[in-house]
């Protein structure tokens, strides 16, 4: 958005997801470890046993819902991680729902398969239209870039980090 500072942008080096699936588990093993910390609930809307894989093995409390949007629980949670497009009928109100079900400071990790350059902006908008923040871009690609090649990373998959996000007043600022 014009005016507001650009957020970072990381490379991940990961596998792609398989056909049919959201993440692959290398994904899902760095989203779980890179926002959430062990007491931290995981609300997995996505497609495929990657991300309860590494919601198991880093001992990390979830709900898994893999590709529902129903039955989130009472308690606010750390991370939500969804596919997109959702199933939701408008994504200013599905991410409103995210906002609702996230601690301060929680997180929402929206994973797209990369290439089509106005899905992330649609995505970005609505998010901030709900009272989301956004955070950080990932890039995920199939191997990390090399020392002193200019060559073009193979990039498969795009992931905006949203966040509900408090100014020292308590005030949602997204």
Same mark, same amino acid.
């Given at each position: 958005?014009?005016?507001?500072?650009?957020?970072?942008?990381?490379?991940?080096?990961?596998?792609?997801?398989? *056909?049919?699936?959201?993440?692959?588990?290398?994904?899902?093993?760095?989203?779980? @470890? #890179?926002?959430?910390?062990?007491?931290?609930? &995981?609300?997995?809307?996505?497609?495929? /046993?990657?991300? $309860?894989?590494? &919601?198991?093995?880093?001992?990390?409390?979830?709900?898994?819902? $893999?590709?529902?949007?129903?039955?989130? !629980?009472?308690? /606010? %949670?750390?991370?939500?991680?969804?596919?997109? /497009? =959702?199933?939701? +009928?408008?994504?200013?109100?599905?991410?409103?729902?995210?906002? +609702? #079900?996230?601690?301060?400071?929680?997180?929402?990790?929206?994973?797209?398969?990369?290439?089509?350059?106005? &899905? /992330?902006?649609?995505?970005?908008? %609505?998010?901030?239209? *709900? !009272?989301? +923040?956004?955070?950080?871009?990932? &890039?995920? %690609?199939?191997?990390?870039?090399?020392?002193? @090649?200019?060559?073009?990373?193979?990039?498969?998959?795009?992931?905006?980090?949203?966040?509900?996000?408090?100014?020292?007043?308590?005030? *949602?600022? =997204?």
């Amino acid at each position: 958005m014009p005016g507001d500072p650009p957020v970072p942008i990381t490379v991940w080096p990961v596998p792609a997801p398989r *056909a049919g699936e959201t993440m692959s588990d290398a994904m899902g093993v760095r989203l779980v @470890h #890179n926002l959430t910390h062990p007491s931290g609930l &995981v609300i997995d809307l996505t497609t495929g /046993p990657q991300l $309860a894989r590494a &919601v198991i093995a880093a001992r990390r409390r979830s709900h898994l819902h $893999a590709g529902r949007h129903v039955g989130w !629980g009472r308690e /606010p %949670a750390m991370l939500i991680v969804t596919g997109w /497009p =959702g199933t939701a +009928a408008s994504p200013v109100g599905f991410f409103q729902r995210c906002l +609702a #079900n996230l601690v301060p400071g929680g997180c929402v990790a929206v994973l797209l398969p990369h290439g089509d350059v106005i &899905v /992330p902006v649609d995505v970005v908008v %609505a998010a901030r239209q *709900a !009272g989301l +923040a956004y955070l950080q871009h990932v &890039v995920a %690609a199939d191997r990390p870039p090399r020392r002193g @090649h200019q060559g073009l990373l193979d990039i498969h998959t795009d992931v905006l980090i949203l966040t509900r996000s408090t100014t020292s007043a308590g005030q *949602a600022d =997204g």
